[in-house]
């Protein structure tokens, strides 16, 4: 079956995991995604958090699927006309070097433009153009603290927090893949080429959207009626951390389960929607509350929401959190087991489903990776093996046209 992403070229400059989780995902759909990389060394992740002595680590593998490898020293003048011949040759490069080092390798976007007008050049910096941190090197918890999400995570007596989620890492490679197959979309109109930039920070922002509303909201009433500080707490002037709060109309919190004391995940996330009142009701066996006015209302309840979640933990106190969900889930519930990785990396419907996938390795063995989370109903989504160091260059050079002769003496010089 043929990929809807075939014959797109894209020169993968990327390292780390913003960029590979971008290109990652074009290669899942068909593009042929050659990553380039320094001879010898490679991507840093090869070797981060290795658990196996001499394979590719776990870092690099799961963001690095289905793409070719071919090493490439760019600082040298042999190498430097190798990509110069890639990029007249290809669709998009992709790259999340640090801010400038394109630049420096001597391949500006007017250079790029000149040598392939159809070419799409696609970046990933911490801050925007312009910016007054434009400067600044990022990793993933630098931007989730930039972009507003550290300030807003965590519980309102500890500090800012991060999430575990790569929201400036991986959910930045998601942005600038919307902006590449834009970008592609508008060069089939016009034969043009364009420059797509994406910041970490206003990635970030973009997730933490429903937080620079509530400041606003915060600003004109002094107070949130949907956080936990609301209306026993105080408020100051800027957006609280709300804990496990639900942070919409559904007011919800992580609940308890039996086994709790010794399982670090034994809970479930309960949600309270206004519908589902009179079942909760049931469920609870507390049938008054179905048609008190002190209870009836999402608005009468926000005062004592905290006393109707220690009922629901009465209630909870003796059904593990999948029985739990087992139950809620006859009454149309919204509820979700917290499930621990353990868990998730077993799930039969994950398996089924492709989105968990196990994947063989010629070096590490079998591990397990995440696939597409997006699901097509005219194409399936292998997952095949990351590349070795190097695995493609020749391969590479020969489709560039190069003799094996010119393949020889590239590798003499050390340029490839
Ligand atoms: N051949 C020769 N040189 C190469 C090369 C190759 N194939 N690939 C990279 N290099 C060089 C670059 O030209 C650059 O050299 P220079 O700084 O002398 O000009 C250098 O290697 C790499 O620079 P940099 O990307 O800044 O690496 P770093 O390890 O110092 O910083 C980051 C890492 C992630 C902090 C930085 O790349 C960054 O801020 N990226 C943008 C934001 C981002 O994506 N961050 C998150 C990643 S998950």
């Not at 490679?173 to 979309?185: Q, V, Y």
Request: with cysteine.
């Amino acid at each position: 079956m043929s990929k809807p992403l075939e014959g797109i070229k894209i020169i993968d400059f990327t390292h780390v995991q913003a960029g590979p989780a971008c290109t990652q995902l074009l290669a899942w759909f068909g593009a042929d995604v050659i990553k380039v990389e320094r001879p010898g060394a490679g991507d840093v992740t090869r070797t981060q958090l290795r658990h196996v002595e001499d394979a590719d680590a776990l870092y690099f593998t799961m963001l690095n699927s289905n793409k070719r490898s071919l090493t490439l020293d760019t600082k040298k003048p042999e190498g430097k006309r190798v990509l110069e011949k890639l990029i007249q040759e290809s669709d998009v490069l992709v790259e999340n070097f640090g801010p400038g080092a394109l630049d420096r390798m001597g391949f500006s976007w007017p250079r790029i433009n000149e040598l392939n007008p159809g070419m799409i050049v696609a970046s990933v910096k911490g801050f925007s153009d312009g910016h007054h941190y434009e400067d600044l090197k990022v990793y993933e918890n630098v931007a989730q603290c930039a972009g507003g999400a550290a300030s807003t995570t965590g519980f309102w007596d500890g500090p800012p927090t991060v999430s575990a989620a790569a929201l400036g890492d991986s959910n930045t490679g998601m942005h600038l893949a919307i902006g590449i197959l834009t970008a592609l979309h508008q060069r089939n109109k016009t034969g043009k080429g364009q420059k797509v930039a994406v910041s970490m920070q206003d990635s970030v922002l973009n997730l933490c959207r429903v937080k620079l509303r509530d400041q606003q909201r915060l600003d004109a009433l002094g107070y949130l009626e949907e956080y936990p500080q609301y209306p026993h707490g105080q408020f100051t002037d800027v957006v609280p951390r709300g804990g496990n709060a639900g942070g919409g109309g559904q007011p919800g919190w992580v609940l308890k389960c039996k086994g709790w004391e010794t399982d670090p995940n034994a809970y479930i996330y309960f949600t309270i929607q206004g519908h589902a009142w009179a079942p909760i009701c049931k469920v609870l066996g507390r049938e008054e509350w179905i048609d008190d006015p002190a209870y009836n209302t999402a608005r009468a309840r926000q005062d004592k929401i905290f006393d109707i979640f220690a009922v629901i933990e009465t209630w909870l106190a003796d059904k593990t959190k999948f029985e739990a969900v087992d139950i809620l889930r006859k009454f149309d519930i919204p509820c979700s087991p917290v499930l621990s990785m353990k868990e998730i990396s077993v799930d039969p419907s994950l398996r089924a489903s492709g989105t968990v996938v196990e994947v063989q390795h010629p070096k590490l063995g079998s591990y397990l990776t995440v696939g597409s989370p997006i699901k097509f109903s005219d194409m399936q989504v292998d997952i095949r093996s990351s590349p070795l160091l190097g695995e493609h260059t020749d391969e590479v050079l020969r489709d560039l046209g190069y003799t094996e002769q010119q393949i020889e003496e590239l590798h003499q010089e050390a340029a490839v």
